[in-house]
Every structure is written in C-alpha cells, then in structure tokens.
C-alpha cells in the first residue's frame, strides 16, 4: 500500500486563470507535463478519464483529480489554484484549487485509492 509521506516531492503549484473545467484541465495537464517534462497528450488524457471516472471534491472547494505517465516514477501532488471559481463536475460544484496526483502508470487502483484516501483524510 502507498502511504503519502513516501512522496518525494509533494507539491509543486501552479497558478491559473482558466474560465472552465475543460480549459483547466487543458490548462494543469500542459503546465504540469512541461514542468515534468511528460507527454501533453498523454497526461490530459489520463487526467480526462479519472474525470469520466467521477469527480472527488474534498474540502468543498477542491477538485482532486489524477494522471499517469510511463515518465513518472514516484507519486507527485500537483496543487492548481484558480483567480476566480469555476464550475467542476457534474454537479458543478465551485472550485477554486486541483489537486492532481501524479502516479507511475504501473500503479494499481489499488495504490492510487489508498493514497487518495490520505490525501482526503488530510482536509476533513
């Protein structure tokens, strides 16, 4: 199981000025891959489908998302926070950060969901 503190790196943020969910998520997966030096394409896509998986909101305020890479070796939290709230999910709850954790694209459901539930743990 993955435990939170063995992230080496634990937050890098970005500042944004996205006006939706859709150009922020376009938005972090661009900072995000050149900051780490990962596939554009391929981070947006995995940050789209853990969207299409259901939206995390912890706080009431920050949409908790997360993308893989073959590039990425160990677990990174990437913290994006908004000028103004946009709407996020479905229920188009106010946002005004994402939290986007970074993990190796061998990672099971498994491992993810364990350190999803520290990081939720962490805010309540």
Known sequence: MMRA???REPVTTFKLDSKDELSAIIDLAQAIAGRFKLDTQTLKSSILASEVQGTQIIAGHIALTHGSD???KTPEIVQTSFDTPILWGSVATK???VLTVLVPSHYSDTDYTALK???IAEFE
Do not use: G
Request: net charge negative; hydrophobic share 40%.
């Open 5 to 7: 503190e063995m992230i």
């Open 95 to 97: 946002v005004d950060q």
């Open 70 to 72: 073959t590039q990425i």
């Open 117 to 119: 539930d520290q990081l």
